[in-house]
Nanobody, 125 residues
Framework: QLVESGGGLVQPGWSLRLSCAAS????????VHWFRQAPGKERAGVSC????????TYADSVKGRFTISRDNATNTVYLQMNSLKPEDTAVYYC????????????????????WGQGTQVTVSS
């Protein structure tokens, strides 16, 4: 099971840190991906991190503002989101995959081993 948390309502320019906590399995066997889905839009990849945490990937829209990290000791992955913009408003999901590769390679939800239920992020003044 994956559980996301940390979402909320913030003003433009503020920060949030999302967490993705795994239970029932060992997260460090998986690469972890963050996706988001805005109203009326398709789910899109945001960031991903390799099993060991040595490599990260970001969508162009969040580069320089978001940082993904993982703590395998606590079975948790984080997404630090800074300088938030209204266009970052979406439901954010984490997903895991037991093979290397970024979210641009695995575009179907069924290609991932597990998904979380999502956490809402709203950026509005």
């Amino acid at each position: 099971q994956l559980v996301e948390s940390g979402g909320g309502l913030v003003q433009p320019g503020w920060s949030l840190r999302l967490s993705c906590a795994a239970s029932g399995f060992t997260l460090n066997y998986y690469a972890v991906h963050w996706f988001r889905q805005a109203p009326g839009k398709e789910r899109a990849g945001v960031s991903c991190i390799t099993r060991g945490g040595g490599s990260t990937t970001y969508a162009d829209s969040v580069k320089g503002r978001f940082t993904i990290s993982r703590d395998n000791a606590t079975n948790t992955v984080y997404l630090q989101m800074n300088s938030l913009k209204p266009e970052d408003t979406a439901v954010y999901y984490c997903a895991v995959k037991n093979l290397p590769g970024s979210f641009s390679q695995y575009t179907r939800q069924t290609e991932y081993n597990y998904w979380g239920q999502g956490t809402q992020v709203t950026v509005s003044s």
